[in-house]
């Protein structure tokens, strides 16, 4: 199972995400219906003379999911495209938000050198030949502006190979968490049939502890305390029922003397009364000796 399918981004899922609208559910729908339709000409096609004795089986499980989706699944496909669009937007206004806070900084830059506001790079090149800022910076530091330069440009690459670094450490971090968590997951549905990671990752409370060091297995039991602590009940209360249940069928294997029961030591002297007796206690499982 993919960690992007799970947790897009793991310094990010499960930190509030945005809503989504009912048009937009309507409209997830409306696409659902249209492939249904395009897959069922698809079959249609694929049942022309040549191919009557067997239609595609991709085509089959393409059309079985879309019918799927449309009708018993209709709501929990569309809950998950929304999650799935949520996540989406949000990044997106995150992106939104930064280029905001920059765009004044990029307008003044571009006014300052003549450069059109939209061309990143020209106003990059113009700062970058630009003696005029560099000038008091360099005779403070007694080198030329050349040579400023220079270190300029050797900070800036040390400063882009650190971000990559950075990056490249944080990529393995997450790789390594996402592993670990898939372990525990394992491990976890070995004692809880039920658990589905997949499943859980939708709980915000769930990820949050995650995120928190807390382990996969701890976590869920935190998130499903009263249902884990219900059905250890009912399986107790099923066990001691069992239990009775098999005692009570279980022959007795106590040896009963004949003789203590009837009073008597000869079986010659046993009545028909005192041998209906004894064939009650052999039924219930007794052993009669004399």
């Known amino acids: 199972m993919s960690k992007n399918f ?11 995400e945005g809503e989504v ?19 069922k000409e ?20 393409k059309a079985e999911f879309e019918r799927m989706i449309k009708e018993e699944y209709k709501d929990l496909f569309t809950q ?11 990044q997106t206004k995150q992106l939104e938000q930064r280029l905001g806070e920059i765009e004044p900084l990029v307008d003044l830059l571009a006014l300052r050198y003549g450069e059109d506001s939209s061309d990143i790079g020209k106003i990059i090149s113009a700062a ?15 080198m030329s502006v050349e040579q400023l330069k220079y270190v300029k440009q050797l900070e800036r690459e040390n400063e882009d190979f650190r971000r990559a670094v950075e990056e490249r450490q944080r990529i393995e971090y997450a790789d390594a968490v996402y592993a670990d968590w898939m372990a525990q997951a394992e491990q976890t549905a070995q004692e809880y049939p039920d658990f589905d990671l997949a499943q859980e990752s939708e709980n915000e409370s769930f990820t949050t502890l995650l995120k928190a ?3 996969v297995k701890t976590a869920y039991e935190v998130i499903h305390n009263k249902q884990i602590i219900s059905s250890a009940v009912e399986q107790a209360k099923q066990a001691v029922l069992n239990d009775v249940k098999a005692s009570s069928q279980r022959p007795s294997d ?3 003397s004949a003789a203590g029961i009837v009073g008597k030591k000869d079986i010659s002297a046993l009545t028909a009364s005192d041998m209906d007796e004894i064939e009650r206690r052999v039924l219930r499982g007794e052993r009669i000796t004399f």
């Open 6 to 16: 799970l947790f897009p981004d793991l310094q990010m899922f499960a930190q509030g």
């Open 213 to 215: 060091g807390i382990p």
């Open 80 to 90: 998950k495209t929304q999650s799935i669009i949520n996540k989406r937007f949000k």
């Open 254 to 256: 106590s040896r009963v």
């Open 21 to 39: 609208s009912p048009e937009a559910g309507e409209e997830i729908t409306a696409v659902a219906e249209r492939q249904d339709s395009e897959v």
């Open 128 to 142: 970058e030949q630009d003696e005029a800022y560099l000038e008091q910076e360099a005779q403070s530091k007694g």
């Open 42 to 61: 698809d079959i249609s096609d694929a049942s022309a003379p040549e191919s009557e004795t067997a239609v595609d089986d991709e085509q089959l499980r």
